[in-house]
Nanobody, 123 residues
């Protein structure tokens, strides 16, 4: 089982940008599709973005499409989430998770979660 550590969160004004990183342990990172998720206070965890094993296919939640970009560097065992044009409603704890396929990477169930990284966007 791959272990994941998220980083890069912080406090940002609306309209700003942040890049989140998710570092994976082990030598099997490239065999997993990866997803980013978020959980706002009082809300359920939700899907944000996912990427397939090679990085050649991605998918996004409608709420972030056109603003967020997911990418990965298999040589560095890392997946990224570039967040532009941030909005206050993007405030949440962001998590990454591994999955066997891109489709499964979009689902919240059955995932092993790390500690996440807090993103706070002020208006």
């Amino acid at each position: 089982q791959v272990q994941l550590v998220e980083s890069g969160g912080g406090l940002m004004q609306a309209g700003g940008s942040l890049r989140l990183s998710c570092a994976a342990s082990g030598r099997t990172f490239s065999t997993y599709a990866m997803g980013w998720f978020r959980q706002a206070p009082g809300k359920e965890r939700e899907f944000v973005a996912a990427i397939n094993r090679s990085g050649g296919a991605t998918t996004y939640a409608d709420s972030v499409k056109g603003r967020f970009t997911i990418s990965r560097d298999n040589a560095k065992n890392t997946v990224y989430l570039q967040m532009n044009s941030l909005k206050p409603e993007d405030t949440a704890v962001y998590y990454c998770a591994a999955a066997p396929t891109l489709t499964v990477a979009t689902r919240t169930e059955g995932k092993v979660w790390g500690q996440g990284t807090q993103v706070t966007v002020s208006s």
